[in-house]
């Protein structure tokens, strides 16, 4: 497993970057989850992470 | 990061390592949490636990740059220090000349600058291979 860290303001498109990575690294087989603070950007839509077979964890005020 | 915020993250690294143990783990921290500070967090489950670093990204707001470098300067910078790659998202949306300002200003903070767009899709094929291969 290896962590990838998107750092940035808020609106700055880090679930947009996750999200299109998850897209491009999941159609060469492999596998993602992800660690998102409760402010997320905005919220991963079901179907993409029931598409994508994504994880989606997140944690308090972090 | 407060204490509690950065063991409840080292714990869930740890879980998610163990189970479902993905190629890859995708950290969206607060906007207030500064690279390094991920850095040191994220390292410390591997006193129990083995798994890969980085790299460690920060997007910066093509658009709205300007504004944030004036107001929240400390905060970029916090963002941009340490961090393996720096790219500026929404690159399409703005002139080139604009580009060149930010490319200008940043330079010295970082060594590079990646132009990002995701509606396009330009830049993302070099931030996946840094991200395989970091």
Redesign the interface.
């Known amino acids: 497993?290896?962590?990838?860290?998107?750092?940035?303001?808020?609106?700055?498109?880090?679930?947009?970057?996750?999200r299109?990575?998850?897209a491009?690294?999941g159609a060469q087989g492999?596998?993602?989850?992800?660690?998102?603070?409760e402010?997320?950007?905005e919220p991963y839509a079901q179907s993409f992470l029931e598409a994508q077979g994504v994880?989606i964890?997140q944690?308090?005020?972090? | 990061m407060g204490c509690s915020t950065a063991t409840s993250l080292v714990t869930g690294i740890k879980k998610i390592r163990r189970n479902p143990n993905p190629d890859f783990l995708f950290i969206e921290p607060s906007e207030m949490v500064v690279t390094q500070e991920m850095r040191n967090v994220t390292a410390m489950g591997r006193r129990d636990v083995a798994y890969d670093l980085g790299p460690f990204i920060t997007l910066v707001d093509g658009p709205g740059f300007q504004a944030v470098w004036r107001e929240r300067q400390p905060l970029l910078l916090g963002h941009i220090a340490g961090s393996d790659l720096v790219a500026v998202s929404r690159a399409d949306l703005i002139a080139a000349e604009k580009m060149a300002e930010i490319v200008n200003t940043l330079t010295g903070y970082c060594n590079d600058v990646l132009r990002l767009s995701a509606r396009s899709g330009s830049g993302l094929e070099e931030v996946v291979k840094i991200v395989r291969g970091a």
């Open positions: 497993m290896k962590i990838v860290t998107i750092a940035g303001v808020q609106g700055s498109g880090k679930t947009t970057l996750i299109e990575l998850i491009l690294l492999s596998r993602a989850a992800v660690i998102v603070n402010e997320g950007e994880e964890f944690i308090r005020g972090g």
